[in-house]
């Protein structure tokens, strides 16, 4: 993002935090009580607030700083054709830019919010058992580290959990936008092949293996259910209330795998049958089989698959990989093993520190998005043409709309 007040005003706010966080750190090292002495605070926060929306602006960055000069014959034109190439080729960029405007819109609504909350007759809602409860009042919490106790307001634990908000939310983006670039360099454009009948059917089965490679896969497959494993064994079980194994998440990667390929054959099979258009039948087969078979697999899952201990769930595990790369279907093996990672980051981390939705709710929720993600990385080709297939016959039965309506 170029530099502004979109970023000037975060990098300002994240100088002034910056500041009071360095003076308890000096103030701890030199054994000073207490740890925060909030008019040093002001004082050294406020000097960095002030330089970090100072950068934020730009006033450290040397092409802000250059002189102006006519351009030369071909330059302008050369300058733009090297910024859009710039632009559309730094991930870093336009992952900073969308950060930093964000942060300042949700500054900017909370400061909304807190001058409609400050104002006098403003309106309010008041729900508290003291009657003389003020809404321009903030709460203050003790955390104990340590041997140490801080005195800290709720609005400052707002903060803190709006920077780790972004902050997670920023590393998750980062490294699904780098891998994306890195899987689209080179890539090369290919001309147009013509239209494709909507009656071609997309799925497309794996050529089995040959015997090194299904060896490389069974190494790998036992690597994976080892390694989990062992986490179970270094974090101990039962790992929540609702399953006892981290070994939990590949398996239940493993039953939503096997009941994709059990809706992939459904579909070659069954919908051959029928004499619909090919996404027609793909869909009315996904609503009715594919929402039986979502509620079948949650159920084993949940009540099943959760509650396996280490050793059951290791055998369940090796047994469903093993299969996957015996039938010689790499693809559904490796969707298998990136989903049951994701699976674990999103139920703890992406999602589950965030919003702490009820236990089933969460699992679902961090199932869909992990199921998805793998999709996107693993077959985009795949989903590009279900898309597109999906949008060609949309757009199909718009054009005869207006015949049908004569």
């Known amino acids: 993002m170029q530099p502004g007040p979109g970023r000037a005003l975060p990098m300002g706010i994240l100088g002034f935090l910056a500041g009071m966080g360095l003076l308890v ?10 740890y925060m002495e909030p008019q040093l605070g002001i004082v050294l926060g406020t000097a960095l607030a002030a330089a970090g929306f100072i950068y934020g602006m730009g006033a450290f960055d040397p092409l802000m700083n250059t002189h102006a000069h006519e351009p030369e014959e071909g330059e302008e034109e050369h300058a733009h054709e090297a910024a859009d190439d710039e632009a559309e080729d730094d991930p870093d960029r ?34 508290s058992g003291d009657p003389l409860a003020d809404f321009a009042s903030i ?26 908000m972004f902050l997670s939310l920023a590393i998750a983006a980062g490294a699904l936008g780098l891998l994306m670039h890195a899987l689209h360099n080179g890539v090369k454009t290919v001309g147009d092949t013509g239209h494709t009948p909507l009656q071609t059917e997309l799925l497309s089965g794996d050529v089995a293996g040959s015997t090194p490679a299904l060896l490389r896969q069974g190494i790998l497959v036992a690597a994976v259910v080892a390694v989990f494993a062992a986490l179970d064994r270094l974090v101990g079980t039962p790992v929540t209330n609702e399953f006892v194994t ?7 990667a493993a039953v939503f795998t096997w009941s994709l390929l059990l809706l992939g054959l459904v579909i070659r099979v069954v919908a051959r049958q ?16 594919g929402l039986t078979l979502n509620v079948i697999d949650f159920v084993v899952i949940w009540l099943i698959v959760s509650q396996f201990n280490p050793t059951t769930a290791a055998i369940f595990n090796l047994v469903l990989l093993l299969a996957l790369a015996a039938t010689g279907m790499r693809a559904a093996l490796w969707f298998t093993i990136v989903s049951g990672i994701l699976l ?21 929720i961090s199932a869909g998005n992990a199921l998805m993600i793998t999709a996107l990385v693993l077959r985009p080709k795949f989903l590009k043409d279900w898309l597109g297939r999906g949008a060609g016959w949309a757009a199909i039965q718009l054009r005869r709309l207006p015949n049908a309506l004569q």
Not at 274 to 289: D, F, G, K, N, Y
């Open 25 to 34: 750190v000096i103030r701890y090292l030199q054994s000073l009580q207490p």
């Open 94 to 127: 336009v992952l900073g830019g969308w950060l930093w405007l964000s942060s300042s819109l949700l500054i900017l609504l909370l400061v909304v919010i807190a001058a409609f909350a400050l104002l006098p007759d403003g309106p309010g809602l008041r729900i």
């Open 139 to 164: 709460g203050v919490v003790q955390l104990h580290v340590g041997e140490a106790t801080f005195e800290m307001t709720q609005l400052t634990l707002l903060v803190a959990f709006t920077l780790f």
């Open 246 to 252: 981290l070994s939990f998440f590949i398996g239940a």
């Open 274 to 289: 029928l004499h619909w258009a090919w996404v027609i039948r793909a869909l009315v087969i996904l609503t009715v089989v």
């Open 344 to 364: 674990p980051l999103f139920y703890f981390v992406l999602i589950g520190l965030v919003v702490p939705f009820a236990p089933p709710l969460l699992f679902g």
